[in-house]
């Protein structure tokens, strides 16, 4: 069973905002998680780190239009008025001893 | 600034080794863990090994033991990945990336800066 499962696609159109979901497998619900952003060709970007009790803390220069929220095991970004250079795939990843876990992604398309 | 350049990357025969190289500036680079990264055509990212930041502590996925040796070089601000017995399924864009603390164990065990990664392609 993997540990954060993620969306393959979500889409939204520009303007509007979305939410992407990062699932904790059970006997993980309590972890944090971090979010990163990938565009195309590029290294990723970290966005935000994401706890239990859903208040995060935003890397460099992350606009307050990204903000993350948490329920039960559910790890949430939210990204508010949605800009075309948000079109970017996003991972969820969590760490444990020794190891440190990605989710399979969530390609966000910016209509 | 924090910057990360990764280099190294190649085209190698499956079987061979490979060392890949990744500069640190812009931050104490002695003071924190930091990880490899790949990426496989078309995929989603996978943790290869983590190192603490005195190097004494080192982690490494079970698709890479045995194989792979992350190491630290403080003095050159300067991370290491050698890699040996090659195959296919290795090839990826690698990725360096800073740790947020020291330790590489499960204290806050996320990434705040990335490089932008270097090419291994293994072929013959």
């Known amino acids: 069973q993997d540990v954060l499962t993620q969306s393959p696609s979500a889409s939204a159109s520009l303007g509007a905002s979305v939410k992407l979901t990062c699932t904790l497998s059970?006997?993980?619900?309590?972890?944090?998680i971090a979010w990163h952003q990938q565009h195309p060709e590029k290294g990723p970007r970290f966005l935000m780190k994401?706890?239990?009790?859903?208040?995060?803390i935003r890397g460099d220069g992350i606009p307050d239009r990204f903000s993350g929220s948490s329920s039960g095991a559910e790890r949430y970004l939210t990204i508010s008025s949605l800009q075309s250079e948000d079109e970017a795939d996003y991972y969820c990843?969590?760490?444990?001893?020794?190891?440190?876990?990605f989710g399979g992604g969530t390609k966000l398309t910016v209509l | 600034e924090v910057q990360l350049l990764e280099s190294g990357g190649d085209l190698v025969q499956p079987g061979g080794s490979l060392r890949l190289s990744c500069a640190a500036s812009g931050f104490t680079f002695s003071s924190y863990a930091m990880s490899w990264v790949r990426q496989a055509p078309g995929t989603g990212l996978e943790w290869v090994s983590v190192i603490s930041s005195s190097g004494g502590s080192t982690y490494n996925a079970d698709s890479v033991k045995g194989r792979f040796t992350i190491s630290r070089d403080n003095s050159k601000n300067t991370l290491y990945l050698q890699m040996n017995s090659l195959g296919a399924e290795d090839t990826a864009v690698y990725y360096c990336a800073k740790e947020v603390g020291p330790y590489g164990g499960n204290t806050n065990g996320y990434f705040d800066y990335w490089g932008q990664g270097t090419l291994v392609t293994v072929s013959s």
């Open positions: 994401l706890n239990s009790d859903g208040s995060h």
């Open positions: 990843q969590t760490w444990v001893t020794g190891s440190r876990l």
């Open positions: 059970s006997g993980h619900t309590s972890y944090a």
